[in-house]
């Protein structure tokens, strides 16, 4: 699996722009294109994406983690340049998806799978779903700012298998004894205390930002 930063509050690459919110892309082993999110702002989404050399046609689904402005700003502008993508959201956006003239979308509510290896949590805490993605090494959990708790993204995604790596916002996550079993923690966005997972944990612990690559 490969995982791009599109949008993120900090850029890891030179040329692209900061700006609060959440976007990446990931591409499955098995050849599928999931953009994750798409931050607060349509320009910005695609001028991030067109620096690193990613084109709005070639998503094949784009996956919304909860109807927060910062991470479905840019979802009009990504659809204009591609209205055939398949659109993924949390059931509480059902009501919003129509009133935008998004009957087309599939609204969540339990876990399921996608895909065969790519699945989401289903929408917890009435508000949120997260991106469960398997990988050589076992399961990446890829979240939007963990609103349920991260604690309960876990569990959930732990039914399916050993979870590895944990991308995404974490808000004011503190439990960093959850991380103990991960290989990989890349805290993004709206992460409160990223120092303090470093600190617990600096050999797993991976910086975010516009442009992180990450192989996985």
Same mark, same amino acid.
């Given at each position: !699996?490969?995982?791009?930063?599109?949008?993120? /509050?900090?850029?890891?690459?030179?040329?692209?722009?900061?700006?609060?919110?959440?976007?990446?892309?990931?591409?499955?082993? =098995?050849?599928?294109?999931?953009?994750?999110?798409?931050?607060?702002?349509?320009?910005? &989404?695609?001028?991030?994406?067109?620096?690193? =050399?990613?084109?709005?046609?070639?998503?094949?689904?784009?996956?919304?983690?909860?109807?927060?402005?910062?991470?479905?700003? =840019?979802?009009?502008?990504?659809?204009?340049? /591609?209205?055939?993508?398949?659109?993924? &959201?949390?059931?509480? !956006?059902?009501?919003?998806?129509?009133? /935008?003239? &998004?009957?087309?979308?599939?609204?969540?509510?339990?876990?399921?799978?996608?895909?065969e290896g790519?699945?989401?949590?289903?929408? &917890?805490?009435?508000?949120?779903?997260?991106?469960?993605?398997?990988?050589?090494?076992?399961?990446?959990?890829?979240?939007g700012c963990?609103?349920?708790?991260?604690?309960?993204?876990?569990?959930?995604?732990?039914?399916?298998?050993?979870? /590895?790596?944990?991308?995404?916002?974490?808000?004011?996550?503190?439990?960093?004894?959850?991380?103990?079993?991960?290989?990989?923690?890349?805290?993004?966005?709206?992460?409160?205390?990223?120092?303090?997972?470093?600190?617990?944990?600096?050999?797993?612990?991976?910086?975010?930002?516009a442009g992180?690559? !990450?192989?996985?």
């Amino acid at each position: !699996m490969k995982l791009t930063i599109i949008y993120d /509050n900090e850029t890891s690459e030179k040329g692209l722009q900061a700006d609060w919110g959440l976007s990446c892309l990931v591409e499955t082993d =098995g050849g599928h294109r999931i953009l994750f999110d798409t931050g607060a702002d349509g320009a910005i &989404l695609l001028r991030n994406m067109e620096l690193l =050399g990613l084109q709005p046609a070639s998503i094949d689904e784009v996956f919304i983690s909860h109807p927060h402005w910062d991470h479905t700003g =840019g979802l009009a502008s990504l659809i204009d340049g /591609n209205p055939t993508a398949t659109l993924y &959201l949390p059931a509480s !956006m059902a009501s919003w998806a129509s009133h /935008n003239g &998004l009957e087309h979308a599939i609204c969540i509510s339990e876990p399921i799978r996608i895909y065969e290896g790519v699945c989401s949590t289903g929408e &917890l805490g009435g508000i949120e779903q997260s991106l469960v993605v398997e990988t050589a090494a076992g399961l990446a959990v890829i979240a939007g700012c963990s609103h349920p708790g991260v604690g309960a993204i876990l569990e959930t995604a732990s039914r399916r298998g050993r979870v /590895n790596y944990l991308i995404g916002g974490l808000h004011g996550f503190r439990e960093y004894d959850l991380l103990a079993d991960l290989e990989l923690v890349c805290p993004c966005h709206c992460t409160q205390f990223k120092s303090g997972i470093e600190k617990a944990y600096p050999m797993k612990y991976t910086r975010g930002g516009a442009g992180r690559i !990450m192989e996985l």
